[in-house]
């Protein structure tokens, strides 16, 4: 992998979409118990509606930035650096110099396990940032890469 962007898979819009139902399904739960304390404990109507409005509105939001959040996501892997890129109306740029990095893992949960995707955590001493959504085969290469970048940045020949 050479010094470019890479963006993630398309099929992290569908773990995005399945994260923003499950978002919908939780808060739908949540003001139905809410709700009921309004039904049998008299707490204030207002509770009620303010709660079902953010019910309705946060998971449809969710699934509407899935494609400005697809589109400005991306990674790039350098000698010097680590680094992240998202978001273009309020961008986040964060480099991780190759120096500093002490640890790469691989973790995925059932949704990108069902989708044959992975995360790529990337830790320091001092924080934890991660690349959500790689293929497999391109996470374990990019683990590899970060790693063998990290030891020679150290001069640690192992």
Do not use: C
């Amino acid at each position: 992998m050479s010094a470019e962007n890479h963006h993630l898979p398309p099929r992290i819009k569908l773990i995005w979409g399945l994260s923003a139902l499950g978002s919908f399904i939780a808060l739908l739960i949540i003001t139905g118990l809410i709700w009921l304390t309004y039904r049998y404990w008299n707490w204030p109507f207002w509770l009620v509606t303010t709660f079902a409005a953010f019910t309705i509105l946060e998971p449809i939001i969710e699934a509407a930035l899935i494609p400005y959040r697809y589109r400005f996501t991306r990674y790039q892997i350098s000698a010097a650096a680590v680094e992240m890129q998202s978001g273009f109306i309020f961008k986040k740029r964060v480099a991780i110099p190759i120096a500093r990095v002490q640890n790469v893992t691989l973790n995925a949960g059932p949704l990108l396990q069902w989708q044959k995707l992975t995360k790529v955590s990337i830790a320091t001493a001092s924080t934890n940032h991660g690349i959500e959504g790689l293929e497999l085969a391109e996470a374990e290469a990019l683990r590899d890469q970060i790693m063998r970048l990290a030891r020679e940045a150290r001069h640690d020949q192992a």
